[in-house]
C-alpha cells in the first residue's frame, strides 16, 4: 500500500511538472525553446555558450605604507580606472574580497591574451604605486558574464 501511495505521488508530481511547462513557456529548458542567437552573438558565446576571459586576482603589493590622504586618493582612481575600463568593454566584473588578506579583490577581463589583460592592469594607479599586484590566468566561462555590466546599471542606485 504505501508502495502505491508513493508511486500516486511521484506520479502526480512528474504530471503536474509537465503541465506546468506547457503552460508556461519560461519553465520549458529545452534547447529548441531557450536558446537566443542574438544573444549568443552579442556575448561572443560559443555553440556551448561558454567564451574565454581573463582573470586577474589583485594581491597585496609591496608599498602598502602610504599616508591616508594618499590612500584616498589612490583608493578614487583605482576606482576610476575601474570604470574606464568597464566602459571600454575591457573589465566585465570587478570586486573586493571580504577580510584583511593578502588576496585583496578580482577583474575578470574580456580580453583574448594574457597579455592583453597585463597591459590593462598596467592602467591601475594601485598597480602602478605597488600597493597591488596581479596575477593574470585564462579563464572559460559562460558568455552571460558579459551581461553584468548592463544589468548592474539597473540595480545601483549609487556609482563608484
Request: contains cysteine; glycine residues 6%.
Amino acid at each position: 500500500m504505501k508502495k502505491l501511495i508513493l508511486f500516486f505521488l511521484i506520479s502526480t508530481l512528474i504530471i503536474t511538472s509537465c503541465e506546468n511547462s506547457a503552460k508556461n513557456p519560461e519553465l520549458d529548458t529545452t534547447p529548441e525553446k531557450t536558446f537566443n542567437k542574438e544573444l549568443a552573438e552579442k556575448y561572443g558565446a560559443d555553440e556551448y555558450g561558454m567564451k574565454k576571459y581573463v582573470i586577474a586576482f589583485l594581491k597585496r603589493g609591496p608599498n602598502r605604507n602610504q599616508d591616508s590622504i594618499k590612500k584616498i586618493e589612490l583608493q578614487r582612481a583605482h576606482l576610476n580606472n575601474i570604470t574606464k575600463l568597464a566602459e571600454d568593454g575591457k573589465l566585465v566584473l570587478a570586486g573586493p574580497f571580504f577580510g584583511k588578506d593578502d588576496l585583496r579583490g578580482l577583474y575578470i577581463f574580456n580580453v583574448e591574451s594574457i597579455e592583453e589583460a597585463k597591459k590593462l592592469t598596467e592602467t591601475d594607479p594601485a598597480i602602478i604605486e605597488g600597493s597591488l599586484e596581479m596575477e593574470l590566468k585564462e579563464w572559460y566561462g559562460s558568455a552571460a558574464v558579459m551581461a553584468i555590466n548592463d544589468i548592474h546599471k539597473s540595480i545601483s542606485k549609487i556609482e563608484i
